[in-house]
């Protein structure tokens, strides 16, 4: 089945305890983005990556570091989080030409 | 820049009536895809349908439509026959093809749909 896999879905942790969330994709795709989600703002965008090795960063990077060693695994990093990291958490994955395909979702919670 | 705006932040719709999600964008690429996804209250975010800006025909899927107004830049969704499983807040979303900003897909801020039995 195609899908895109992240773990946790739920995290909660304190300020400054870094942390990283996975994510997968089974497709094959060369990009992937990693997007947070706030109430009234929508979603937006972190970093994308275009392949291997090639990463650029989004709208809101501050605060958030990636890799993308593997074409298959886009690992978000938080090296010191803060409370207003607090939010839904989505990986995405895409071959170019055709719709995103999202994770299930990662809701953190910095105390 | 690219920007998506979605105006209503909230509606409602009578079970089985019509409604339509308003979506405006602003893009200077000339080939780009708007999308449309549901994100029910368990988070997760459905794809619904896919419009390509060289598409001289609206997209369909089921009950979905998309109204493509590409002068006005307007990517309205079409819901038809509303049923209760339709209420989630939906998202319009944007992304270039075929240049180095196709990685990025740009959302609106969202409109919460809520059908009424």
């Known amino acids: 089945e195609a899908q895109v896999t992240q773990n946790p879905r739920y995290l909660i942790t304190v300020t400054g305890k870094k942390l990283t969330v996975t994510c997968s994709q089974n497709m094959n795709h060369e990009y992937m983005s990693w997007y947070r989600q706030d109430p009234g703002l929508g979603l937006r965008q972190i970093y994308y990556?275009?392949?291997?090795?090639?990463?650029d960063k989004g709208d809101v990077p501050e605060g958030y570091k990636v890799s993308r060693k593997e074409k298959r695994n886009f690992p978000l990093i938080l090296e010191s989080p803060s409370p207003n990291q607090t939010s839904l958490y989505f990986c995405a994955s895409t071959a170019g030409h055709t719709e995103a395909f999202f994770g299930q979702g990662t809701r953190l919670t910095v105390v | 820049a690219q920007k998506i705006t979605q105006t209503q932040p909230g509606m409602f719709v009578q079970e089985k009536e019509a409604v339509t999600l308003d979506c405006t964008y602003d893009?200077?690429?000339?080939?780009?895809?708007l999308f449309w996804y549901k994100q029910p209250s368990s988070g997760e975010m459905i794809f619904l349908i896919y419009?390509?800006?060289?598409?001289?025909q609206n997209a369909t899927e089921g009950r979905y439509s998309l109204n493509f107004q590409k002068a006005r830049k307007s990517a309205n969704l079409v819901i038809s026959a509303s049923q209760l499983g339709d209420s989630a807040m939906y998202f319009c979303a944007m992304r270039a093809i075929g240049s180095s900003n196709t990685g990025k897909l740009i959302f609106g801020q969202g409109t919460t749909l809520q059908v009424k039995p």
């Open positions: 893009t200077s690429d000339q080939s780009y895809g």
């Open positions: 990556s275009m392949n291997v090795e090639v990463t």
């Open positions: 419009q390509g800006s060289y598409d001289e």
